[in-house]
């Protein structure tokens, strides 16, 4: 035993001296690098300049080449993704690809659902997407689109530029805007009858304001596939409006009349962090926000007082829904949970919490039925039953991660799903993929999607406008799903 641990001794220091360095150069003059080390530097960097050259030419193929199949898959009006690979478990999906072997995973759906039913069911309803308008005007990432719920054509953006935007649904023309935050606007909500919005913003408050409209007569809609909005920024790459009215000035040099509100209503400041979404309740007199500061708050829209403080999770929210006829709230985290909120009867009736995600939660809404869809980083879209919590009832695996989804209000309940990927999905609420949008022809988004939001009044029948989505290309696209 001592003759081998001697041996293994002797083994590892002949290792470290194999492994002593060579006396440095001597510097250079002014005691700088020496010549040889500056010249070996430079034939390093050289070789890393090419190397990155190499893996930008590589990636400007593979974009080229997805397109073109992206192009093929819409001609052959839908289906399965030409490029999808075989279905892969969440242990290979982390594993290492190798250099030079480029191999594009599957952005279809592996499905993985736990059904009730043993076996899956194929949907008996399809669906057909087409770009309709482009509303354009915002100068950095939009982080939320929301519907206005009064029965109004019309929706609001929040973005990181600072300002919220109400839009048009047919013109693609901005009515309004809001730009009385001082950081980032993250999220937006309308009040459910009246003409009032809710805005979260990286100013660590939340602000309630008026956003009444008037819409404008109709008029014939261009023959090109998008509409742009007319709203123009002046030379200086600004929006000017006049500081004579504190409340409201309009656009100078464009031709259409744009209202800025510059002032709250009320300011919601509790809390200590970012506020990342906001929702109103269903009978519009509490609204509740999330942040970054580990709470949720619901408020009296009314007084602007907190009435609870929502403690629980561990790490900073993402996001906060309300449904759309109870008095229930659902909170996401990066804590990798989502927490369910019961307010139905005085005081809080009951909190459960969520394990069903390996990583961060962004976004877990309600659906008119008695289910709860939440979305996540772990690349995962998962269905919940609200009278069985504890477990999920379906899971739908994709390629990247998950941002704030929507439901449709109609009988379908379809599932819109933003992507990391810049792709949007549609689901049912068994799991089954229904379709996905057009991205050729410069359709579509160019970077990732953050946000999608269902008309309430979403007829798959009509020709307006009834799904709207944003994304980090500062686009606000509205498109027209058609059910069959």
């Excluded at 075989?86 to 736990?114: C, D, F, L, V, Y």
């Excluded at 109004?152 to 809001?178: E, F, H, M, Q, R």
């Excluded at 001082?182 to 009246?194: D, E, K, M």
């Excluded at 031709?255 to 109103?280: E, F, K, N, Y």
Aim: overall charge neutral; charged content about 25%; aromatic content about 6%.
């Amino acid at each position: 035993m001592a003759s081998k641990k001697a041996e293994k001794k002797g083994k590892e220091s002949k290792k470290l001296r194999n492994l002593t360095l060579s006396p440095p150069s001597a510097p250079g003059p002014g005691g700088g690098l020496p010549e040889e080390a500056k010249t070996k530097l430079s034939e390093l960097f050289g070789q890393i300049e090419h190397q990155f050259e190499l893996l930008h030419s590589e990636n400007a193929a593979l974009r080229e080449r997805v397109d073109k199949m992206e192009q093929v898959l819409s001609e052959r009006g839908g289906g399965e993704d030409p490029f999808t690979s075989t279905p892969i478990s969440s242990e290979s999906h982390w594993s290492a690809t190798p250099t030079r072997k480029i191999k594009i995973k599957n952005s279809g759906n592996t499905i993985t659902k736990k059904l009730k039913a043993s076996k899956k069911h194929r949907s008996s309803i399809s669906a057909e997407c087409s770009q309709v308008c482009m509303y354009e005007g915002h100068r950095d990432g939009v982080w939320e689109v929301a519907h206005a719920r009064n029965g109004l054509p019309v929706i609001g953006t929040a973005s990181a530029d600072g300002t919220a935007c109400i839009w048009d649904v047919d013109s693609g023309n901005v009515l309004l805007k809001y730009v009385g935050h001082s950081g980032s606007v993250n999220s937006l909500a309308f009040h459910p009858s009246n003409n009032l919005a809710c805005t979260a913003s990286g100013d660590s408050s939340a602000h309630i304001w008026r956003c009444a409209v008037t819409l404008p007569l109709p008029r014939p809609r261009s023959s090109s596939n998008t509409e742009r909005s007319i709203l123009k920024p002046d030379s200086s790459g600004e929006d000017r409006y006049s500081d004579d009215d504190p409340l409201v000035a309009v656009e100078a040099d464009t031709q259409l009349t744009v209202a800025m509100v510059r002032m709250p209503l009320a300011v919601l400041p509790q809390h200590r962090g970012p506020v990342m979404s906001c929702d109103w309740l269903s009978d519009g007199q509490k609204l509740v926000t999330a942040s970054w500061d580990h709470t949720a708050k619901l408020w009296d829209s009314d007084t602007a007082q907190v009435i609870h403080s929502l403690e629980g999770h561990d790490q900073q929210l993402t996001h906060v829904c309300t449904h759309p006829t109870q008095q229930l709230v659902v909170t996401s985290s990066q804590d990798t949970t989502f927490r369910l909120w019961d307010f139905r009867a005085p005081p809080i009736h009951s909190v459960n919490v969520f394990q069903g995600h390996t990583k961060a939660v962004n976004s877990a809404v309600f659906s008119l039925t008695e289910n709860v869809i939440s979305g996540s980083d772990d690349h995962t879209l998962k269905i919940w039953d609200l009278r069985n919590m504890r477990a999920p009832v379906g899971s739908v695996r994709l390629d990247c991660g998950i941002n704030r989804i929507s439901v449709s209000y109609d009988d379908h309940h379809i599932v819109g799903v933003p992507l990391d990927n810049r792709h949007i999905r549609l689901f049912d609420l068994a799991g089954n993929r229904l379709s996905h949008f057009p991205r050729r022809h410069s359709q579509g988004h160019r970077r990732m999607v953050y946000s999608v939001a269902w008309s309430p009044d979403s007829h798959m029948t009509m020709e307006r406008c009834n799904f709207f989505s944003t994304g980090f290309d500062n686009k606000v696209i509205g498109w027209k799903v058609r059910v069959d």
